[in-house]
């Protein structure tokens, strides 16, 4: 299950880069760039939430 | 307040951390590693990088003077902080008491929270630049110092309300929270700044690069109504953005869970991605937006997302502070509960946010921040390396069970005061003014302790 949501959050994370770069390029429209880049963020907090936000030992200053 | 009650409200408060690290509870350099990432690409980096570019940085200023005042800021961590910390393996609080008495560390204290509250109060009207755009909020412009409009309070009032109730409610699940959105965040600052290039009108082979970074960018001419920025000040103001916890020995705190003194360096991940790399990024995006606002500034250029990440950056940051700010004035009310403090923390946090000078002077309060809290650095780097030296005797406020070290009280009024004319009268900027600052805090400390000490043995 932990590899499923890494890989969601993989694809989260290239959907936050690669229409920026596609965009630059040329490739893809400025609203359709903001499109797959919130799709990006949905996905990438939905996902990283349940592997990387476990709990930790405090180091509180 | 009784200096007894004092004393024993502010052990209570840091008693889980009271005796030295144990060898078992010694952290990896991962730990360091993903700690400095997370911290360092924050809501301020927004702010920092526009503001350099408004300041009339050059292109030389920004690259070299950045990479130099990083490199500066690092081996601060790695050769000054870092090897106190693996010695004596306390906390600032436990450091800083032994040596200057709870008196003189509950005044240290409320000055940190009330620049806590500050700092706070700058994240939550960069939060409010993003949660304005849907309902049209008129944004404070760049020489803006006070309240632009009704609708930009209500939104503030909104948004610090929501942070407020989210720092009494639960820090921990907000700080879990902030560890999942660093990375993110990072990507957010590059990819809008990609983004953001076709408008400033560089080439998809960035053959134009350098020439549009000098003639759109980072133009070496200062906006209007703004002080010109030098490579001396870009430096300057690198090196000490984070002095309170460098020479400021805040980080104490940190690293005395370090294996060895070298996981100091493990700072320059923070400082390269968040404080080259973001403020880069954010001044691409301020060059080719047409907003002074954060939040319309990152919208302009990838849309929701990029008021998502104003919003969320801006959150993240203040609500660890919020949450200090609470815990240092938890010491000086009347026996108030935690949720008690925190919420008038916010009030303060968000009285302050109104004003949009917070924001837009941001470079000003960040070099005060620091400037503030550096001399007792200095006191805990001369007691620890010189004191004996000297034949002094260090952690002289625990050895002689005193409340108040005068000589390391005297230094820092002193320093402070000096520092205050220096300013206001001789003109010297707030930016240069930290490290003769923590320099003279080490002499005058040795100096003042000499009387001191003779006069009450």
């Not at chain 2, 109730?165 to 959105?181: D, M, N, P, Q, Y």
């Not at chain 2, 991940?269 to 002074?292: K, N, P, R």
């Amino acid at each position: 299950m932990k590899r499923i949501l890494q890989m969601i959050s993989l694809a989260g994370l290239i959907l936050t880069i690669l229409p920026s770069i596609l965009f630059f390029l040329g490739e893809i429209s400025h609203s359709a760039q903001n499109s797959l880049m919130l799709t990006g963020a949905l996905l990438w907090f939905i996902s990283a939430v349940y592997w990387l936000g476990g709990k930790e030992k405090a180091t509180d200053k | 307040m009784k200096i007894q009650t004092i004393s024993k409200k502010l052990d209570s408060l840091y008693e889980f951390d009271r005796e030295p690290v144990t060898k078992n509870a010694l952290q990896g350099i991962g730990n360091f590693l993903g700690s400095f990432a997370g911290e360092h690409v924050a809501g301020t980096e927004f702010v920092i990088g526009m503001l350099f570019v408004a300041h009339g940085v050059s292109v030389t200023d920004m690259f070299i003077g950045g990479l130099i005042g990083n490199i500066m800021a690092v081996l601060s961590w790695a050769l000054i902080t870092a090897p106190i910390a693996v010695k004596a393996r306390l906390s600032l609080y436990w450091q800083l008491k032994k040596i200057c008495g709870s008196v003189l560390v509950f005044l240290y204290n409320i000055v940190n929270a009330l620049m806590f509250c500050f700092l706070a109060g700058a994240m939550v009207a960069v939060s409010a630049t993003a949660v304005g755009i849907p309902f049209n909020v008129e944004m404070p412009a760049l020489n803006d110092l006070y309240p632009s409009s009704a609708g930009w309070v209500i939104t503030v009032f909104a948004v610090g309300a929501v942070i407020t109730t989210f720092a009494i409610l639960g820090f921990e699940k907000l700080a879990r929270f902030s560890k999942v959105a660093a990375p993110w965040m990072f990507l957010i600052f590059i990819s809008a700044a990609i983004a953001s290039l076709p408008k400033l009108g560089i080439h998809t082979d960035l053959s134009n690069f350098w020439e549009v970074a000098h003639d759109r960018i980072w133009t070496g001419k200062a906006l209007e109504g703004q002080s010109q920025f030098t490579f001396w000040h870009v430096v300057f103001f690198t090196w000490f953005a984070n002095a309170a916890m460098h020479l400021g020995m805040s980080d104490l705190s940190i690293f005395r869970y370090a294996r060895k003194w070298q996981y100091g360096f493990a700072s320059a991940v923070g400082m390269f991605l968040g404080h080259y790399v973001a403020w880069i990024c954010s001044g691409i995006l301020y060059a080719a937006a047409t907003s002074d606002a954060p939040g319309e500034v990152a919208y302009q250029a990838i849309g929701v997302a990029g008021a998502l990440c104003v919003i969320v950056a801006g959150w993240t940051t203040a609500n660890p502070t919020l949450y200090r700010a609470g815990l240092a004035l938890q010491v000086a009310s009347p026996g108030w509960s935690r949720w008690k403090v925190t919420l008038l923390a916010g009030l303060v946090t968000t009285t302050a946010a109104l004003f949009p000078a917070l924001v837009m002077k941001l470079l000003d309060f960040v070099a005060l921040y620091g400037l503030v809290l550096i001399p007792m650095g200095g006191i805990i780097f001369a007691d620890f390396y010189l004191m004996k030296k000297f034949r002094l005797q260090d952690n002289y406020a625990e050895k002689m069970n005193i409340h108040f070290n005068w000589a390391a009280g005297l230094t820092w009024f002193i320093l402070l005061i000096a520092a205050l004319i220096m300013n206001m009268v001789a003109g010297i900027e707030l930016y240069f003014l930290p490290l003769p600052a923590w320099v003279l805090a080490i002499g005058l400390f040795v100096l003042l302790s000499k009387f001191y000490q003779k006069k009450i043995v």
